[in-house]
């Protein structure tokens, strides 16, 4: 098992790369299957996810090489379309396999992926809006089994903004005969940056970005070359990771438009925030102000930003509150944060945070991905030695993190036990 030493109270300086998003590296990887040609990528993020998705796709018969930094995937000799219970288990994104089989072949075999720590996460608006666009869908021993002829262009409506389950629905739309129309669709930069590779392919999509997504089905998609987004929430956790040590961050390589709402709230709390076409600067020189946020679907404020936001707020002057609207259960980080010396209590969902002054050095343990990033931006501000441990979560999401961290001026290794 690996952890992390941290040795907190560094300010952090310099410039950071932020590294392709995750969130639209996994449906794009996804995308191969739904033709027989070259999909090209660049700025595939080097992750634990990233890898589970490959392992997922090479156990179908997807064929995947690495040229240079570009990952070459060809989906031309398909041998299953299985997704079993021992990877999705491990990533729950192997759900965006469902629709772009279904589409393709008329089949898939895809394990529920079940609960996870931060929450039930159904997936049944995948599998009605699939259902509507002609699949017959079954549960049998854990697995979803959809099968189809061509699948036929429909009116979807969704019952809740689901980030996945638009990016699957619209997979499967892409190769229907027909027009689709996707209402309440997410609007995620990553959903966007999905569309956008799609239609590289040959989809024809309108309205990704909105919540009124329109798609005219195709008989084939052919190959493309795209670059995946770069990830918003791994450089709004650099940012954050500037503010509590009162340092000076630059990230490159990213979207500042696509943090928006954070970069407005890092504002109120009072860091000096600058911006260029794909960089943004943070620079914090007092004690951050409290600042109370509350989770929505984009364009609001992310969920994968609420635990690194709380630590913030945990060495923040005032009280704020911070309220999960996403997910019942992400707040795990919060009796770590505590163990550092944060003051919170919850009611429902909402967490109150008192800011204190400073935190200081202990063991904590990881629960899940950004929970994770919270705690160690935490202990990068607090006083004295903390160890974060279960950095498994953290590897699932976040490239290369305590090299980058390093990079910056943090005093951060990774031990193996
Ligand atoms: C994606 C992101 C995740 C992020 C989340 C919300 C990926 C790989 N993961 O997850 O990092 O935290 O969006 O921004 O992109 N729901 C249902 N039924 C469904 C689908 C969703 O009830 O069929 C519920 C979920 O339980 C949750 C809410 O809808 O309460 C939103 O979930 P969703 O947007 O689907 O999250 P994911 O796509 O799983």
Not at 42 to 63: H, I, K, W, Y
Request: negative net charge; aromatic residues 2%; glycine residues 8%.
């Amino acid at each position: 098992m690996q952890k992390l030493k941290i040795r907190g109270g560094r300010r952090l300086v310099g410039e950071v790369r932020a590294s392709g998003a995750k969130n639209a590296a996994l449906p794009i990887l996804a995308a191969s299957l739904l033709c027989p040609e070259d999909l090209v990528l660049s700025n595939v993020p080097d992750l634990a996810d990233v890898r589970t998705m490959f392992r997922l796709l090479e156990g179908m018969g997807v064929v995947i090489r690495r040229e240079g930094d570009k990952v070459v995937l060809n989906a031309s000799r398909i041998t299953s379309t299985k997704a079993p219970y021992d990877l999705v288990k491990t990533m729950r994104a192997s759900i965006l396999t469902l629709c772009p089989l279904t589409a393709r072949f008329g089949s898939a075999d895809v394990s529920l992926p079940g609960g996870c720590a931060i929450g039930a996460r159904p997936v049944d608006q995948h599998i009605k809006g699939l259902e509507a666009l002609g699949a017959e869908v079954t549960i049998e021993n854990g697995y979803v089994l959809a099968r189809a002829g061509r699948l036929k262009g429909a009116h979807i409506i969704t019952d809740m903004v689901t980030v996945t389950g638009t990016e699957n629905l619209l997979m499967a739309a892409v190769l229907a005969d027909g027009v689709t129309v996707i209402e309440n669709a997410a609007r995620e930069p990553e959903v966007v940056d999905l569309a956008e590779c799609l239609n590289k392919m040959g989809a024809k999509i309108e309205g990704a970005g909105t919540s009124v997504i329109t798609v005219h089905g195709v008989e084939r998609l052919h190959g493309a070359e795209h670059s995946v987004v770069p990830d918003r929430i791994e450089a709004g956790s650099f940012l954050i990771a500037g503010i509590v040590t009162r340092g000076d961050v630059l990230v490159t390589h990213c979207v500042p438009a696509h943090m928006d709402v954070l970069l407005a709230k890092l504002r109120e709390a009072g860091a000096d925030i600058v911006t260029g076409p794909d960089w943004v600067r943070a620079r914090m020189t007092e004690r951050p102000r409290a600042v109370s946020v509350r989770t929505m679907p984009h364009p609001g404020f992310p969920t994968d930003m609420q635990a690194q936001f709380m630590t913030l707020d945990v060495l923040a002057e005032g009280t704020s509150s911070i309220t999960e609207t996403i997910f019942e259960n992400r707040f795990m980080h919060v009796p770590e944060l505590q163990r550092l010396g944060a003051r919170i209590s919850i009611s429902d969902h909402t967490a109150v945070v008192e800011g204190v002054e400073k935190l200081s050095g202990a063991t904590v343990m990881a629960t899940d991905l950004r929970a994770s990033a919270s705690l160690v931006i935490a202990a990068l501000a607090a006083e004295g030695e903390s160890t974060v441990d279960r950095i498994y979560h953290l590897d699932r999401g976040y490239e290369h993190m305590e090299t980058k961290l390093r990079a910056l001026g943090a005093d951060i290794v990774r031990v193996s036990e």
